[in-house]
């Protein structure tokens, strides 16, 4: 363990950052994709795997990478994911077509979900419960919404700059030197009670929800009542009803299903699940908006994404000194609702929208529902949790925000293309089309983003989070 108290916070700022570039990794391609598909030749059905395909390993195999860390050693485990993660970046820079790209994304989905549920497992047992892992926790929190924001913005500007290779090619620097400092500033703790990893629970989940997605995204193009669009739901169910029984079966399971019984580490993890559907398609349906509506280039999509990355900067310090005097329940069920705002505002947008009268509005409102949502979501996943099960609680909740993140896309996706080609078959102009099918997609997030409100207020409770007292602005900045 660290010791120095000064050493503590600057192991704090290195977990910081390296969080940052694994959630930056999530929304940076957005800006790219339209390049990604033209060098590459993706098909449009296809290019929203440059993104799932990260997104579900990184959700599917995150429960394991905690309870591996928990029993390997967390530092050793966040080491390890490193260069996993740095190697997938290189070959992401390096790939040459639509199964290479795919394949090496998978693999720095598989780096994430090592490196992101052992980072969070040591900031929970190098800082003591309550007022100083809350402050913790409001930094990993910020970090996590700005990093999504940010992405956007990056992403646009080095495809524009550069070249969209670079928006893998700045991962590498960063892996390097985190893998040097980790040693120096982080110090090593794991779970000595349990020896075994529970690798087929991890295949199951993976697989079960990779096959869900798969049947979303391809089902209007099979048809919804096709056999092949029937058995590969079937697949699914029956791949994640094994792994609910094998969990409950095995002696050392990866996935503890006692560990909702607390009612706020439930209504954490399912507002988390309901933030990454709504914010994971809402970045990518304004970006294609904005591209291939509006004719925005890369480097004009992600400079008009400052408005959110900017503003959440301040709101972050806000919503880490609120956490404390309103609650985590209030500050979600708020965040929830401004999310749901914002994706009606931008339900509105018109075939020649503009950026101050369409998008900023909705930018600015989404800014400040992210900040509110992040800082509390990260501390209600954790109430309560013992140490020993840091890395399970951790990964738990990164798996929901992630694999809530990956069914956003496909669902919302597949809404939109389906009202698209149905405006064309009538006739409709192709940005016209396009627009209306965004629009449906708004219509919806708003939908799921409200029953964020209600799952907040009915299930987050108060009383099981220790009382922290007053805690200052997070210097995210």
Not at 143 to 151: E, I, K, S
Request: aromatic share 8%.
């Amino acid at each position: 363990m660290v010791t120095s108290p000064r050493l503590k916070w600057f192991g704090l700022a290195l977990l910081g950052a390296v969080q940052f570039m694994v959630v930056l990794d999530i929304a940076i391609v957005n800006v790219a994709l339209p390049s990604i598909q033209t060098d590459l030749e993706f098909s449009q059905a296809n290019l929203q795997w440059v993104i799932s395909a990260y997104a579900l390993v990184f959700g599917g195999f995150l429960l394991l990478g905690g309870r591996v860390a928990d029993i390997v050693g967390r530092r050793r485990v966040f080491m390890a994911g490193l260069i996993m993660f740095t190697i997938g970046s290189l070959l992401c820079g390096l790939a040459w077509d639509e199964t290479s790209l795919i394949v090496a994304r998978a693999i720095q989905g598989l780096g994430a979900a090592t490196i992101s549920p052992a980072a969070l497992a040591i900031l929970m047992t190098t800082f003591a419960e309550g007022r100083e892992r809350n402050i913790a926790l409001g930094v990993w929190g910020a970090v996590g919404g700005f990093g999504a924001a940010a992405g956007v913005l990056l992403g646009g500007v080095l495809t524009d700059a550069l070249s969209w290779e670079w928006i893998f090619f700045v991962n590498i620097p960063v892996g390097l030197v985190a893998f040097a400092l980790a040693p120096v500033l982080l110090g090593e703790s794991k779970d000595n009670r349990v020896t075994s990893f529970d690798a087929l629970g991890a295949v199951l989940v993976t697989s079960g929800l990779t096959t869900l997605v798969l049947g979303i995204t391809q089902g209007h193009s099979w048809g919804w009542d096709s056999a092949r669009t029937i058995g590969v739901f079937v697949l699914s169910a029956a791949l994640l009803g094994g792994f609910v029984w094998w969990e409950n079966r095995v002696a050392e399971p990866l996935m503890r299903f006692g560990i909702l019984r607390t009612k706020t580490v439930l209504g954490a993890n399912v507002a988390g699940f309901i933030l990454g559907t709504a914010l994971f398609s809402m970045f990518l349906m304004l970006t294609l908006y904005m591209q291939q509506v509006l004719g925005y280039s890369a480097m004009k999509t992600g400079i008009a994404y400052l408005a959110v990355a900017g503003t959440s900067i301040i709101w972050a310090n806000v919503a880490a000194a609120l956490v404390n005097r309103v609650g985590v329940r209030p500050l979600i069920a708020a965040g929830m609702a401004l999310l749901a705002v914002g994706m009606l505002l931008f339900a509105q947008i018109p075939v020649e929208g503009t950026y101050v009268a369409d998008l900023l509005p909705g930018f600015l409102i989404v800014a400040l529902g992210m900040a509110l949502c992040f800082v509390p979501i990260s501390i209600a996943a954790l109430a309560g949790v013992q140490q020993a099960e840091a890395g399970l609680a951790s990964g738990l909740i990164n798996t929901s925000q992630q694999v809530g993140g990956a069914v956003g896309i496909a669902l919302l996706s597949t809404i939109a293309i389906t009202r698209t080609e149905n405006e064309i078959v009538s006739g409709v102009a192709q940005p016209a089309a396009l627009t209306s099918g965004f629009q449906l997609a708004f219509w919806v997030g708003a939908a799921i983003a409200l029953a964020g409100v209600v799952a907040a207020l009915v299930l987050i409770r108060q009383e099981e989070i220790a009382p922290a007292g007053e805690a200052a602005p997070v210097p995210v900045a």
